[in-house]
């Protein structure tokens, strides 16, 4: 079955710079969810989209912004990055926004 | 605000059962999850309860009950590629709330 797809697996950056991580949903599903999930620490819920819409705000810094395009994939945007950024970002998707959540293998960010 | 217990690690025996306990107070209730998470890798869903009672999925059973703020998954017949961590997550209502709010995670350690 598929599954959700995330890319780049993996991505090194330096401070300051940019970094835009992309999400495409399991086909059907409609709503995309971003957490981060730092070393040793449970996910945080950054931001979702459903039907290309904004859905829920969660611990997003505002150095970041993110949109779900009209083939429901989303992407992440990260400006300014800092040391602290580093983790690994996964990407969930569902179909409607009450049903289970799948989660992508994961983009793990590190900022030098 | 959003508070989520579980311990932080177990110690079990290759087939045995274990019960990872959960105990939640959020502000409101829409269900709770269980996730597996092995290292470095996506959390991957085990169960949904959003109704008090028992639901069973093979090895693994999920408990809920929501006058007390609890859950617990049980995991029967332990096996060694069960060590991971397990994530309860929790869903609040309110228009608009479908992301989830993870606990800190169990580590459980299956042993020979």
Known sequence: AAGVIQSPRHLIKEKRETATLKCYPIPRHDTVYWYQQGPGQDPQFLISFYEKMQSDKGSIPDRFSAQQFSDYHSELNMSSLELGDSALYFCASSLGRANEQFFGPGTRLTVL | ?112
């Open chain 2, 1 to 112: 605000g959003q508070n989520i217990d579980q311990p932080t690690e177990m110690t079990a025996t290759e087939g045995a059962i274990v019960q990872i306990n959960c105990t939640y107070q959020t502000s409101g209730f829409n269900g709770l999850f269980w996730y597996q998470q092995h290292a470095g890798e996506a959390p991957t869903f085990l169960s949904y309860n959003v109704l008090d009672g028992l639901e069973e999925k093979g090895r693994f059973s999920s408990f809920l009950s929501r006058s007390k703020g609890y859950s617990y998954l049980l995991l029967k017949e332990l096996q060694m590629k069960d060590s991971a961590s397990y994530l309860c997550a929790v869903r609040p209502s309110g228009a608009g709330s479908y992301q989830l709010t993870f606990g800190k995670g169990t580590k459980l350690s299956v042993i020979p």
